[in-house]
């Protein structure tokens, strides 16, 4: 008789699973056995992802199509999830977009929209699900967060400030789900290649020209898998990003500030 996996009989909802650490996050619960929902907004790329996922790992992968930056996004996501006859047991919040420059470098749209589905697209969605994890006694939520939630960000303020916010509601349900089965991490990743870089515009500041070679994000996603499993509170990949996180605690505020802010200028 096979062995049978830890993620058989239950479902991973992998937000965000189009590209980059979504997509490898997803291969990680699909090969310990778990069945996926897929949700990102291009339908092309989502659709790839479900079907490679599926023939490589054996389970069923089911892409449903939705924008979360949307308001109602998460609750239109769960709807649809539940006209399929789906239901979630493992939420994966990897949805999220950041972007480089003062404030008003951006429209409004812009910062707001990091707001809508960095944090309230998050939030709704673990609303959504966290009772009937309770109920079960398993399953749990894995945010996507950034060692930028370790300290505000100067020409970056709003995307670090939603990381910040994501980190700190995490380590609030690990303690709320502490001894239930339920578990909570919190994934903070340093520079990692992937997509988001373009988006953001990170690549031309003087962080990304002197923090070295960004990470891949396949070993990001397993760290943050291992973590989880582990009901690790929160999982910062690598030794030179827990350092940074961490040296922040111990300078002073306006000394921290002015660093930021130099290193996210353009270089």
Same mark, same amino acid.
């Given at each position: ?83 399929? /006859?789906?239901?979630?047991?493992? %939420?994966?919040? =990897? @949805? #999220?977009?950041?972007? +480089?420059? *003062? ?97 953001? /515009?990170?690549?031309?500041?003087? %962080?990304?020209? =002197? @923090? #070295?070679?960004?990470? +891949?994000? *396949? ?49």
């Amino acid at each position: 008789m096979a062995r049978k996996k830890p993620g058989e009989g239950q479902t991973a909802l992998v937000t965000g699973a189009s590209m980059g650490i979504g997509v490898d996050l997803a291969e990680c619960f699909a090969r310990e056995g778990y069945n996926l929902i897929l949700s990102a907004r291009s339908a092309g790329p989502l659709q790839d992802v479900a079907s490679r996922l599926s023939a490589a790992h054996g389970v069923t992968a089911t892409a449903v199509v939705q924008d979360l930056g949307a308001i109602g996004g998460g609750s239109a996501l769960a709807q649809a999830i539940a006209q399929r /006859g789906l239901s979630v047991d493992v %939420l994966v919040n =990897n @949805a #999220g977009y950041g972007h +480089a420059g *003062a404030l008003t470098s951006s429209d409004l749209q812009t910062q707001l929209g990091m707001i809508d589905l960095n944090v309230r697209a998050l939030v709704e969605l673990t609303y959504l699900y966290w009772d009937r994890m309770l109920a079960n006694r398993r399953g749990g939520v894995l945010n996507v967060a950034s060692t930028a939630a370790f300290q505000p960000g100067p020409l970056m303020a709003n995307y670090y400030a939603s990381k910040a916010y994501v980190l700190s509601f995490s380590e609030a349900l690990w303690e709320e789900s502490r001894g239930t089965g339920v578990h909570v991490s919190c994934l903070c990743p340093g520079p990692t290649v992937s997509k988001f870089r373009e988006r953001a /515009g990170t690549g031309k500041t003087r %962080l990304a020209k =002197n @923090a #070295g070679a960004a990470m +891949a994000s *396949a070993p990001v996603a397993r760290m943050g898998y291992q973590g989880w499993k582990r009901n690790k509170r929160v999982v910062v990949t690598g030794a030179s990003n827990q350092f940074i996180a961490g040296f922040g605690k111990f300078i002073p505020r306006t000394t921290l500030l002015r660093m930021v802010r130099n290193l996210q200028s353009p270089a």
